[in-house]
């Protein structure tokens, strides 16, 4: 679970406190109108806030496969690109990340795609944002977006806590073109 996914279960956990708070309090017909009026402002105020969350979520660009074999990564909320991909048959959000020079696969991700990271020999380090880690060297079977396959692929998964995974160098440059165009991240085979 991310740091996003976190929060936004908090969020909701709040919201359903104060709707089931405002309809206890509501059916117990004690208090004043005033503090009613302030209730119901505030569950049409979260309301208002889930449904423009919804709505954000539901219109927000999505990365585009085009038949030419070009991929178009939007730019998302954060600030990076994220990119979506079946790995070993399992959908994995990898961040493009430039400034990696593999794939680097989180231990949750790893064990989703049938990596146990408690069997792999971390052979080595790598240097993070968050310091040092410890990485074991794997081969992922396959890698697919949308027509676009890749075998025998080799990554490292990270021996820490990290969550999500890295698209790093090793793998964008398997790509004949790669391009920004605005807020768009361009892959061309």
Known sequence: MTANDTMQLAYYGVLLLVIGGAMIFELAGRGGQVLRQIILW???FAGATVA???YIQGNAPRQQVLDSGRIEIPVGRDGHFHLTAQVNGEEVRFMVDTGASSIALG???ARRVGLEPNDLAYIGTAITANGRVQTA????????IGD????HVRAWVIGGD????LLGMSYLRTFARVSFEGDLLILER
């Open 42 to 44: 505030a569950v049409i």
């Open 52 to 54: 423009a969350d919804w």
């Open 107 to 109: 231990p949750a991700d």
């Open 137 to 144: 060297p794997v081969t992922i079977d396959e890698i697919a």
């Open 148 to 151: 676009i396959v890749d075998r």
């Open 162 to 165: 990290m969550e999500g995974s």
